[in-house]
């Protein structure tokens, strides 16, 4: 592996004074693009023992070398960029360093916010160059620990198998709850199909009669399997005496399963690419709106922090709109004007906003309490 680094002590045997201890042992840094020294103050004392004088340059940006199967500049603001299964990235050029044909140096920031894999890959540290030139002029920089680039192994990604969902969801079935009370509402069929669209499941896991809400990307990778108990008379999750929320890996005793979340409903996405996606919060109102508009694909990021460009990168291309629970729009609305300069064409409804349903409720409140109004009308 090669590292680039803007910035290196000099490696000849040439010695300065070092400004701390006045003996001529501070090795310089050297400038690899222009080959000068930084200026004086920016050095190592060869005497660490008994100066122990540091100065390194300021690391400024951290970039790293990506190579995608095609680069293509868009605009004035950004770049598309193509990687070898398909997925595409609007990349702002204020994230870029520099293009060579299909490969990129990209700021680690931006890696990280739209989780692209990146350690282990080639890196530079772009200095402040303002900075040092500031300490030429006498300003004060504050002494770094060290310069050392460390690279750490990427974080195991774990996924569960289809064994495993063809256990639960088809040989050994349970009656959930939240089936039995989608029942009360809708016709049989309808439920069925909705549980067949998003794999619900139920199981004993942890607690009788609760609901599996699977997290399957758009390749058929099982991401995850939250666990939720409903009551099966109103829908409602029960929150009392705690929370019941938990895992299937959890349920199962996996001490080495990394949970790496997905949207759920995210598997449906290949189903129609001209239907428009929407998303909201929660996995029962994604399910529950997939039976009262189903000429649209529903998704749920199963928690308001959850609304983040790495979970939705998938949808990049596609007309997203949101739908956040009552009280949420400002929030959901901001993450969108940042989601929008990645590239996603989002937009975010404020239909919740005018309607007389009460804060934290949902689309799918709204909706039932209009088919119980409608229900009750007709008696």
């Known amino acids: 592996m090669t590292l680039s680094f803007r910035y290196t002590l000099d490696k000849s045997s040439k010695k300065y004074i070092c400004p701390s201890c006045n003996k001529k042992t501070l090795v310089k840094y050297v400038d690899n693009e222009t080959g000068n020294f930084l200026p004086d103050n920016f050095g190592r004392c060869d005497r660490e023992s008994k100066c122990n004088y540091h100065y390194p340059p300021p690391k400024g940006k951290k970039y790293y070398l990506i190579t995608f199967l095609s680069v293509q500049s868009i605009s004035e603001k950004s770049f598309k960029a193509t990687e070898n299964n398909g997925h595409l990235h609007f990349i702002p050029k204020s994230q870029v360093l520099e293009v060579n044909g299909n490969s990129c140096w990209i700021t680690e920031w931006w890696l ?8 282990g890959c080639r890196s530079r540290n772009v ?62 069929d309808q439920v069925f199909l909705a549980k067949q669209n998003y794999f619900l499941t139920g199981t004993n896991l942890y607690w009788h009669n609760s609901t599996i809400f699977w997290q399957i990307d758009q390749n058929e990778n099982i991401h995850a399997g939250k666990i939720m108990l409903y009551d099966s008379s109103n829908g409602k999750r029960i929150k009392k005496p705690y929370n019941h929320i938990n895992w299937v890996h959890k349920a199962l005793k996996e001490p080495d399963f990394t949970l790496n979340q997905c949207l759920f409903g995210l598997h449906r996405i290949q189903e129609d690419y001209n239907k428009p996606i929407a998303i909201v919060e929660s996995e029962k109102t994604a399910i529950i709106m997939s039976i009262i508009v189903p000429h649209i694909l529903w998704l749920a990021t199963g928690s308001k922090q959850n609304l983040k460009p790495p979970l939705l990168e998938p949808l990049v291309g596609r007309k997203i709109v949101l739908y956040p629970d009552k009280g949420e729009y400002e929030d959901w609305n901001k993450k969108a004007g940042k989601l929008k300069e990645n590239g996603f064409k989002i937009e975010v409804s404020d239909i919740l906003e005018i309607t007389q349903i009460e804060k934290g409720d949902d689309l799918a409140d709204y909706y039932l309490g209009e088919i119980k109004s409608k229900n009750a009308g007709n008696v």
């Open 127 to 188: 200095g402040s160059e303002e900075e040092i030139a500031a300490v030429a002029t006498g300003a004060t920089v504050l002494p770094v620990a060290t310069v050392a680039t460390a690279f750490k192994e990427p974080e195991k990604v774990s996924f569960h198998s289809l064994k495993l969902l063809d256990q639960l969801y088809y040989e050994e079935p349970v009656t959930e709850n939240f089936e039995t009370y989608l029942k009360t509402i809708f016709p049989e």
């Open 112 to 119: 990280k916010a739209n989780n692209i894999a990146y350690l």
